[in-house]
């Protein structure tokens, strides 16, 4: 029963981990394109843009990470079988890469404040879709399991993965058209 608690748990705040991640990068993205306002404008927007992220950060997406990862340890600790599963090595690589995401999101956070912009906003709405992928690649490979053949799941993946570059260079050039 304590199994299935943990579980709840994690997919809880798996949820609103992703949710952060998810909206962490819009607020980045709108960030950036303060920068094509007037200075009173722009400066008036990227002071709340920068609130927005740093509330959003520090007391919703991170702390839903931290418990998420928590429960998974917790999950495995209480069921170590998982460990000899390999589609739950297959997850929890996964799930690396979304903590590497995390933190490099963190990166880009502070890099904003300081006033550095190294990403153009289609840059960022690219790499807010390398959320989804993970996202994608972790809920499949979980329900899946031992079911995936890991050659369709992969191609899968990158079929998947171009048609979301593809849809976020499509939405650039109807939006910059309807300019």
Excluded at 3 to 15: D, E, N, P, S, W
Excluded at 33 to 55: C, G, P, V, W
Excluded at 71 to 86: D, E, Q, R
Excluded at 133 to 146: D, E, G, N, P
């Amino acid at each position: 029963m304590l199994y299935l608690y943990l579980k709840a748990i994690h997919i809880i705040f798996v949820v609103s981990w992703m949710a952060g991640l998810f909206y962490i990068v819009r607020l980045f993205i709108y960030h950036v394109e303060a920068n094509d306002r007037t200075e009173s404008e722009r400066i008036t927007l990227q002071r709340q843009f920068e609130i927005m992220q740093h509330k959003l950060w520090y007391i919703i997406t991170t702390p839903a990470m931290a418990i998420s990862v928590l429960a998974g340890i917790a999950m495995i600790w209480v069921n170590p079988v998982l460990l000899s599963m390999n589609w739950m090595l297959v997850k929890l690589a996964f799930v690396l890469g979304l903590l590497v995401y995390h933190f490099l999101c963190q990166n880009i956070m502070n890099k904003l404040k300081q006033g550095i912009f190294t990403w153009s906003s289609t840059q960022l709405r690219l790499w807010n879709e390398l959320a989804t992928i993970f996202l994608v690649a972790i809920v499949f490979t979980v329900i899946l399991k031992s079911a995936v053949d890991w050659i369709y799941g992969l191609t899968g993946l990158v079929v998947f993965s171009a048609v979301i570059m593809s849809a976020v260079k499509i939405y650039k050039y109807y939006r910059l058209k309807g300019k």
